[in-house]
């Protein structure tokens, strides 16, 4: 079966080193096959400003993370967000997820330069009853379907403005029950926040920016050092 691959909007980049750094990719044994398998050009340029603009350190990640997308779904996932106007709430499981889990994140959440942002009620949400409803693996496939939207949308920044973006996170930690009893009522699911975490970082380098905290009580800072050692160095940097 051939891979399923949809090329994004044509880039033209406005940084000389990233420029630079694709031409020596293409220059690289398999380094054509794998930008053209990958059929992401802006997940690429990402791979390799991730990597110092070193296409020889890149090439190995974006190889497999190509092949990664064929058998995780994210091409999958990417060719129906190309072929078909699906907004954010359409992905699968999302009437759930936001059931219990209060956000927003749409087409209208720009900030000033152009770029796009997530607000997450982390405080309010009901992991019991997410997860009664939900399979592990459904919730995967959700924030899978979540990455691709954004991906898309990082990269018609870049078709418009020739450079890299991400994704603010705006974490807004109100919690009625308070902080403390919300985060030993959810803790018992940090194991999927590490697969999480882990499928950023070796597949979607540098799509998150910044996480904002709102509403964050003292509790927090004691929180963030327990999380502190499951996330990737690169994200807790």
């Known amino acids: 079966m051939a891979d399923l691959v949809v090329h994004g ?9 990233l420029k630079a750094a694709l031409q020596d990719l293409r220059a690289l044994e398999g380094g054509s ?35 990664w997308r064929q ?4 091409a999958a996932a990417r060719q129906q967000l190309s072929s078909k106007s699906i907004e954010f709430e359409d992905f699968p ?9 209060p956000l927003h994140e749409s087409l209208q959440a720009v900030e000033r330069r152009g770029l796009p942002y997530s607000v997450r009620c982390m405080g309010l949400m009901d ?6 409803k939900l399979t592990e693996t459904e919730m995967l496939e959700w924030q899978l379907w979540v990455n691709e939207w954004r991906l898309k949308r990082l990269e018609k920044y870049a078709a418009a403005t020739g450079h890299l973006g ?8 109100t919690a009625p029950d308070g902080i403390l009893a919300m985060w030993r009522k959810n803790r018992g699911k940090q194991h999927l926040m590490r697969k999480i975490t882990h499928i950023l970082d070796e597949h979607y380098p540098e799509l998150l920016g910044a996480v904002l905290l709102t509403n964050a009580p003292w509790a927090v800072h004691a929180i963030i ?13």
């Open 71 to 74: 058998g995780s779904g994210a």
């Open 9 to 17: 909007e044509a880039i033209e980049w406005a940084d000389p080193a």
């Open 127 to 132: 992991v019991g009853q997410l997860f009664e």
């Open 225 to 237: 050092k327990i999380l502190w050692p499951v996330l990737p160095a690169r994200i807790s940097e």
């Open 166 to 173: 991400d994704v603010t996170i705006v974490q807004d930690m």
């Open 33 to 67: 096959a794998a930008i053209d398998s990958m059929g992401c050009e802006y997940l690429v340029a990402s791979f390799l400003r991730a990597h110092g603009f070193d296409a020889s350190k890149a090439l190995e990640k974006i190889a497999s993370t190509a092949e």
């Open 93 to 101: 499981h999302s009437a759930t997820v936001n059931a219990h889990m």
